[in-house]
């Protein structure tokens, strides 16, 4: 990271921290013009430092090594495809899944967020899905909190030295997840209801979206797992580069 | 057949299946997207609800993305992914092949 770089990352680090802090005021995909303006900029600035440190993340991983660009393209591709397929749930509503946690697992949250926001702006332009107005909303559920905690999952599982496709599988699923919780939220945030206020709002919100959810965030979990098997039997090297098949593999031969 | 074929033949399987024994079992369900649900939720909860702000190319074409169009567009998205996935993985197992080949 050049100085420049840093004094930007923190200086919008400190900006959102500000937004943060002051009475947070303020939602998977919410849909365009359903969050009331400041929610929509004070979700944007929080995103921003993610962005940056995604940005530099990124730069400095195709400058290390030029073949970490396949395994970012690819993880940027399932994050394409996965969230564009809508599936039938157990609820009798359709609902998509995010797809981010594979590239949290390989190139670690920061990254994912460039990549997320790039299908979110897809979406938001081309298939009125999502939108612009509540872009930055989404890109920090989707984007920036879904990944962390596919990524804090995987270190744990890690650390717990569970199964390497288990702790993948319970990384994807609880970053999908907890996306939506974190739009829930976002919503409840935005939409108090009059009686229960925030938390309230956030139950009925959650109740909407959870349970379908749930069983979305398994084929998630397990898609995820296929694609990563697919790349263990042949996408050695770079999966070496990521410095994910280092430590526990080695140990194991 | 070898055991991450096995493993990642039954894996697809149970992701198929998850996905379609809803559309079978819940035969009366409209399967509405869950994005909806929210919005009908918030005017549950506020009330009439006009949103302030309308989609970018909503606005241009003057309506709604007609049905067809979008399923269109939900499909490049998936193509675009699915292509890429396919081009580099092609490019992984060929590489593979040869390899091993050169090792013998």
């Known amino acids: 990271m050049t100085k420049k770089e840093k004094i930007l990352l923190k200086a919008s680090a400190a900006f959102a921290a500000l937004f943060a802090v002051a009475p947070a005021a303020n939602a998977m995909h919410i849909m365009e013009g359903y969050l009331p303006a400041g929610y929509c900029v004070a979700w944007g600035l929080v995103c921003l430092p993610f962005l940056i440190a995604g940005f530099i993340s990124l730069r400095n991983k195709v400058k290390e090594n030029r073949r970490s660009m396949t395994l970012i393209a690819m993880s940027g591709a399932f994050i394409f495809v996965i969230s564009s397929l809508k599936i039938p749930s157990a609820t009798g509503s359709c609902s998509h899944m995010t797809g981010t ?16 926001i790039i299908v979110l702006i897809f979406q938001a332009v081309l298939l009125a899905h999502g939108g612009l107005t509540t872009l930055g909303a989404n890109t920090f559920s989707m984007a920036v909190a879904g990944p962390l905690v596919s990524f804090g999952i ?9 199964n390497r496709r288990v702790s993948v599988f319970l990384a994807a699923f609880m970053g999908d997840l907890f996306t939506y919780c974190v739009t829930s939220l976002q919503l409840a945030l935005a939409y108090p209801s009059e009686s229960g206020g925030v938390m309230a709002s956030a139950v ?9 959810q749930l069983p979305l965030a398994v084929i998630e979990g397990i898609l995820t797992v ?18 994910f098949l280092s430590g526990r593999e080695k140990e194991a031969r | 057949m070898s055991r991450n074929t096995k493993t990642v033949l039954i894996l697809i399987a149970a992701a198929v299946l998850i996905a379609a024994v809803p559309l079978f079992v819940l035969k009366d369900a409209e399967f509405g997207g869950s994005d909806d649900a929210g919005s009908v939720m918030v005017e549950e909860i506020q009330g009439e609800y006009t949103p302030w702000f309308t989609p970018v190319l909503e606005s241009a074409l003057g309506g709604e993305i007609p049905g067809e169009v979008e399923s269109l567009i939900f499909c490049v998205q998936t193509g675009i992914g699915a292509g890429v996935i396919a081009f580099f993985m092609g490019r992984f197992v060929e590489r593979k092949k040869w390899e091993s080949d050169e090792r013998y």
């Open chain 1, 101 to 116: 946690g594979l590239g949290a697992i390989l190139f670690g949250p920061s990254a994912v967020g460039i990549l997320g």
């Open chain 1, 154 to 162: 995987y270190k744990l599982c890690g650390k717990l030295k569970a």
């Open chain 1, 204 to 212: 009925k919100f959650l109740g909407v979206f959870a349970p379908t």
């Open chain 1, 226 to 243: 296929v694609l990563v098997i697919g790349l263990e039997s042949y996408a050695g090297p770079e999966l070496n580069n990521t410095g």
